[in-house]
């Protein structure tokens, strides 16, 4: 019993000195293990911060149009609201308007989210327009193998403009240039200048050179990686972006965007047409029905938006009228498709007049097989329609009392002259063709006319 109570009291005795031990010992851990924690936490701060980072990435390809226009609105506003890292807009335009181009300015001007703009993929271009768009926006890049400029101003239909009209326009195009690039340097102000006055073409590697762009990226990863860090001007001041590993969310165009952009293509706009052609005429063809029609009218309306918006020779237009004033007239006067192979040729004239003028861009060209082969198309059906009118206008009536004219029948009573006969299933009063005899009762008789209610008949031998 001593013993186990004085090892008890020992014991008791020496826990206070083992406890503060303890303390001090951990007290000198956590000294030594301080900064090794700030770097962790930091570094697992800014690994949240990276992973939570996003991109918003929209694609600009083809020539610039108000629908592109709308697209870019849209995404920039939708921007504005989710508050991403940046909005990365890949570019690829031999140029457009200068309406579309100013208005697409304004909108990246006045984002708050910073705005990238990138010239890819490799052979890609911005041009004209595309190299103000650049310059427009709050950082820029080029994929290897792009180019950038050639902005001197031309007409709608990339014909050259009067000497005032071309020094007016082009003077607002470098002021506009100068201001934008003024932030890059004086040669960078030099090269935006000279796009215009001489319109001169570089490559990536020398847009670079000149301070035109900020960096030249493979890809899109790339891009972000080296965007990482670099302090943009916003409409909102200074942004440091954050964009390495960032996140990428595609905005694609909406319904109404992808249509209004397929109504700036020649191609789609001449089907439009020619649909809506033929659909009108198979309605006047065979009246009574409201589908055809209705997609005919459809068609036109759509077709005549896209008439408005591209640079087209109204002269084509003289032609296509006129084709379809031949194809009317065919369908009333018959003329064995001699009106609907010459409606057929003014219209094949009419498509290539009406797109492919001198001087309209390359890609506003219709494709010249699509046109002869959608005339081809339609003089085949055109003529199917005019065979199966033709033999609708020669087949005998069919309702109505013409219909019972040369029917055969059977005399009910004694014909002297008159009695009543029996035809289709029909009872009938008739008389004899003056002459005949008397037909009597159950013999075969043939209706010779109608006159009123009673038939002309006579006995069938």
């Known amino acids: 019993m001593s013993l186990s109570f004085v090892s008890f009291r020992s014991t008791r005795s020496g826990l206070p000195g083992?406890?503060?031990?303890?303390?001090?010992?951990?007290?000198?851990?956590a000294r030594r293990l301080l900064p090794f924690s700030l770097v962790l936490l930091a570094g697992t701060q800014m690994a949240q911060a990276q992973a939570g980072s996003e991109v918003f990435l929209i694609r600009l390809k083809g020539p610039l149009t108000q629908a592109m226009a709308l697209y870019?609105?849209?995404?920039?506003?939708?921007?504005?609201?989710?508050?991403?890292?940046?909005?990365?807009?890949?570019?690829?335009?031999?140029?457009?308007?200068?309406?579309?181009?100013?208005q697409m300015v304004q909108s990246m001007r006045a984002s708050n989210v910073p705005v990238v703009v990138y010239v890819a993929p490799r052979g890609g271009m911005a041009g004209s327009a595309g190299a103000v768009i650049t310059l427009a926006a709050h950082a820029a890049g080029m994929a290897?193998?792009?180019?950038?400029?050639?902005?001197?101003?031309?007409?709608g239909q990339g014909e050259d403009l009067g000497e005032t009209l071309q020094k007016k326009t082009g003077e607002v195009i470098k002021a506009t240039m100068r201001g934008l690039a003024a932030r890059r340097g004086e040669a960078?102000?030099?090269l935006a200048e000279r796009m215009v006055d001489q319109a001169v073409a570089v490559s990536a590697d020398e847009a670079l050179q000149a301070g035109l762009i900020d960096v030249i990226a493979e890809d899109l990863p790339d891009l972000l990686a080296q965007l990482d860090g670099r302090t943009v001007v916003t409409a909102q001041g200074e942004m440091s972006l954050s964009t390495r590993g960032a996140s990428v969310t595609e905005i694609g165009a909406s319904l109404v965007e992808q249509l209004l952009q397929a109504l700036t293509n020649p191609n789609f706009v001449f089907l439009l047409l020619t649909i809506g052609v033929q659909a009108i005429l198979i309605e006047l063809s065979h009246p009574g029905?409201?589908?055809?029609?209705?997609?005919?009218?459809?068609?036109?309306?759509?077709?005549?938006?896209?008439?408005?918006?591209?640079?087209?020779?109204?002269?084509?237009?003289?032609?296509?009228?006129?084709?379809?004033?031949l194809f009317v007239l065919d369908l009333k006067a018959p003329t064995h498709g001699a009106l609907t192979l010459a409606g057929v040729v003014s219209f094949i004239a009419?498509?290539?007049?009406l797109f492919n003028s001198p001087g309209t861009p390359s890609f506003q060209h219709v494709s010249v097989p699509l046109v002869v082969g959608a005339g081809v198309v339609m003089a085949g059906v055109f003529l199917l329609i005019l065979r199966l009118v033709?033999?609708?206008?020669?087949?005998?009536?069919?309702?109505?009392?013409?219909?019972?004219?040369?029917?055969?029948?059977?005399?009910?009573?004694?014909?002297?002259?008159?009695?009543?006969?029996?035809?289709?299933?029909?009872?009938?009063s008739a008389e004899i063709e003056p002459g005949e005899t008397p037909v009597p009762a159950g013999s075969p008789v043939q209706v010779l006319a109608v006159r009123g209610l009673r038939l002309l008949v006579r006995r069938s031998r």
Request: glycine share 16%; charged share 15%; proline share 6%.
């Open 72 to 102: 870019l609105g849209r995404s920039l506003a939708l921007a504005q609201l989710e508050q991403p890292q940046a909005v990365v807009l890949e570019l690829d335009t031999p140029g457009g308007s200068v309406e579309v181009m100013t």
């Open 350 to 353: 009419g498509g290539l007049v």
């Open 289 to 325: 029905g409201w589908v055809a029609g209705f997609v005919g009218v459809v068609c036109l309306a759509l077709g005549g938006y896209g008439l408005g918006v591209l640079p087209v020779n109204w002269f084509g237009a003289v032609f296509l009228v006129l084709a379809f004033a």
């Open 390 to 428: 033709w033999q609708a206008r020669r087949r005998p009536v069919e309702v109505g009392p013409q219909a019972l004219i040369g029917r055969m029948g059977e005399a009910r009573t004694d014909l002297k002259p008159t009695g009543s006969v029996q035809v289709a299933g029909e009872l009938w």
């Open 144 to 155: 290897p193998e792009t180019v950038i400029g050639a902005a001197s101003p031309v007409g």
């Open 188 to 190: 960078a102000v030099r």
């Open 18 to 29: 083992a406890l503060l031990a303890g303390k001090a010992w951990l007290r000198s851990a």
